[in-house]
């Protein structure tokens, strides 16, 4: 069983920065892929980062790609997720996700654990 809980949203004004954490419980964090999912509101909740159990590799899709970094320190049982030049269709609400895998994990469903979210708002 893995516990996530996400921290670090806020308003943050067009072109600014926000750094997001997930603290996960467990002993076990290292063997788990991590991503970072958000929903706006009326949209489906949608992939923006994904990692690796060790962080060696990664995944973004186009819409983020070259702004956002997903970064892992398994010693201390958290993920973040650096989000630069944000735009304010970035706004909606951030999840961490843990997938039982070792590689990266871009599939929605194939999480298994999932923290409660973080609002991120960007002002234009």
């Known amino acids: 069983q893995v516990q996530l809980v996400e921290s670090g949203g806020g308003l943050v004004q067009a072109g600014g920065s926000l750094r997001l954490s997930c603290a996960a419980s467990?002993?076990?964090?290292?063997?788990?892929?991590m991503g970072w999912f958000r929903q706006a509101p009326g949209k489906e909740r949608e992939l923006v980062a994904a990692?690796?159990?060790?962080?060696?590799?990664?995944y973004y899709p186009d819409s983020v790609k070259g702004r956002f970094t997903i970064s892992r320190d398994n010693a201390k049982n958290t993920v973040y997720l650096q989000m630069n030049r944000l735009k304010p269709e970035d706004t909606a609400v951030y999840y961490c996700?843990?997938?039982?895998?070792?590689?990266?994990?871009?599939?929605?469903?194939?999480?298994?654990?999932w923290g409660q979210g973080t609002q991120v708002t960007v002002s234009s």
């Open positions: 996700a843990a997938a039982r895998a070792v590689t990266v994990v871009t599939i929605l469903n194939h999480y298994d654990y």
């Open positions: 467990g002993r076990t964090f290292s063997s788990y892929a």
């Open positions: 990692i690796s159990w060790r962080g060696g590799s990664t």
